[in-house]
């Protein structure tokens, strides 16, 4: 492997930003502020420093390097192209090789975030060679890189494990566990590197939440601090030497950096954590103007980005064709809006969150605690009503914790105990998972009134991947004592369940998405917490929406349909779409029923469906069996009186995978053809 010099590195770390670029713009998606600030400590690691063998990345001797602020993976696969690790894979789509996609080495980088590249969101070290870990979750890197470095020390190996960090991340309690831990045994094989850029998603680090003075902090835990400017490429490389020959503690290696260095729209630019350039190709914030900026013009040629890109345009038409080919057909197209007729209005249910806590928020009773991504979640309408005007007075009962959902739990608790109802969110993976224990003994078991916005659910976060893609939510919440946990279908009736939970007393969840979603209800559509609704096609309209009925479970007369399929959440308007595939294929006659409330159940719909019709099929875009599990207890436990034929669609037992969200909707079986497809195996009809 070469060992490229300083004024190589240079070189190097600017064409490495150009690739960072052309990988988010190519996928209109990714992270590149921190991407590009981490960027010559990466070069410098990768291409000089690192103990490692790219054709052999599982070398027993290697140097080990942990991607603990996963977010950054576009600086990690550039890393891992440009020293050589992609010289020798092919293109390939789910291990599939795709020897007419012209991508080779580092160009490959450019498949970010297409389903089936390995190129994933957040990495993951089974799909490509040289990731060490799967990571995403902020807070868990150190931990994993002290156990490494641990096993290497009992093992007698000459090797060092590094472990790259955000600031924002210093939020997290579990880093400073790790902190604590790595300094108790002395692991001087252990070196964090830490991108100090002062930016995180809401804002400066200092105003989120104050970090200063953190290196104060690591060494009052026993670490040994080395401060750089993380732009000097000769003071990086004297920092990872000097980290290497220190004996007796860890190291970290605190690099100041510009969020965003090198590219003049995104340099410590705070709007430009989670964004592709907004112009594109062309313009004054595009591909073409960082490619200027960081002078690499002569090797990222505009020929070179023309051939790069159309590759990469081929490759997703191989993944259309992967993913349509799991589509079950019919005779007519019923996809979203393919038709005259039928059409649909498209909004996120996270915008209906928004709504409801623009006006909820008037009350002074109501508290609000950010999470770090406040406005991504619809947080910040609690202070900011009208989504850009801040309210003095709301502001004073919103607090910012940073990333740390487990004490943001605990202090809302706190909040909840002396009389305040507390609103706090964020992706569902950390807001119910990371904090379950808190969520379990702190809030359920007393009882305390925290209100929780279980945000991005589902496969259809899209592009970030497997470990933001909460899929677990319902099994781990519905388990709790004292929890109402409501999973509405589209943004009207998220708006109405946040009124509603806000209105009940003890602790309560509301599940939404974060892509745009059919509107398959109206501000006339009954809503009342605990109680299913009934749906039922009834026509064919130029509005999807007027062509259905609904009133509550509780007021519908029997119809006799000819089977039922139970939903909850963004299912609930795919299982509308099967109604009307399953009408005009075959002439079946479909029940409805929306579960917006899975915790408690109505138990009488479900009975009721299941003594009238005898047929169920489950749906939630979820591991399948939380919602459905649920669903054939009750009726289970029901005198339905009858037999009972019963099926479950949802997620089987597999994490998510990055994508564009109807991609993976489609790819996971959770289509309205996949519905139609079972229903209709179900009553014989196939």
Sequence with gaps: ???????????????????????????????????????????????????????????????????????????????????????????????????????????????????????????NRLRLP?????????????????????????????????????????????VWEAVMGAAHHRLDNLIAILDRNFLQIDGNTEEVMRLEPLADKYRAFGWNVLEIDGHDLSAILEAFQAAVDHVGSPTVILATTVKGQGVSYTANACGYHGVPPKDGLCGPESLETAVCDLGVEDVLTPERRARVLAAVAKYQEAVDAYVEARLPRFAHDYWWNHGETMQVEMDATRNGYGRALADLAADPRFAGIASDITESIRMDRFYRPDGKTPDPEREKRFFCLGIAEANATQVAAGLARAGMTPFIGSYGVFITGRNWDQ????????????KIADAHGGVSVGQDGATHQALEEIALISILPHFTMVVPCDAIETEKATRAIAEIRGPAVVRYAREATPVVTSPATPFVLGQANVTRLRRESESFLEAFDTVLASDYQNEHEDLAIIACGPMVPEAMRAAVILKHEYGLETRIVNVHTVKPLDAAALAAAGREIGVILTA??????????????????????????????????????????????????LSAEHLAHTAAEMLGKL
């Design 620 to 669: 939630e875009e979820h591991q399948v069996g939380g919602f459905g599990n649920r669903v054939a207890a009750a009726l289970c436990e029901a005198d339905l009186g009858r037999e009972l034929r019963f099926r479950m669609i949802g997620v089987r037992d597999t994490f998510g995978e990055t994508g564009q969200p109807w991609e993976l909707i489609k790819l996971f079986g």
């Design 130 to 174: 040289g990731v060490e870990l799967s990571s995403g979750s902020l807070g868990q890197g150190l931990g994993v890189a002290s156990g490494t470095a641990l096993a290497l020390r009992l093992e007698g190996r000459d090797s060092h494990v590094y472990c790259i960090m955000g600031d924002g991340e210093q939020d997290e309690g579990s």
């Design 439 to 450: 969520l379990r003994t702190t809030v359920a078991y007393n009882e305390l009134d925290v």
């Design 1 to 123: 492997m070469k060992r490229y010099s300083v004024e190589e590195l240079s070189s190097k770390a600017a064409e490495m930003r150009a690739w960072v670029m052309t990988a988010i713009c190519a996928a209109n998606s990714g992270h590149p502020g921190g991407s590009l600030s981490i960027m010559d400590l990466v070069a410098a690691l990768y291409l000089h420093h690192l103990k490692h063998d790219p054709a052999h990345p599982d070398w027993p001797d290697r140097d080990r390097v942990y991607w603990s602020a996963g977010h950054k993976a576009p600086a990690l696969y550039v890393a891992l192209g440009m020293a050589g690790y992609f010289d020798q894979r092919p293109v390939t789509l789910f291990d599939q090789p795709l020897p007419d996609v012209d991508l080779h080495g580092v160009e490959q980088a450019a498949l970010l975030r297409r389903l089936g590249s390995g190129f994933e969101g957040h990495p």
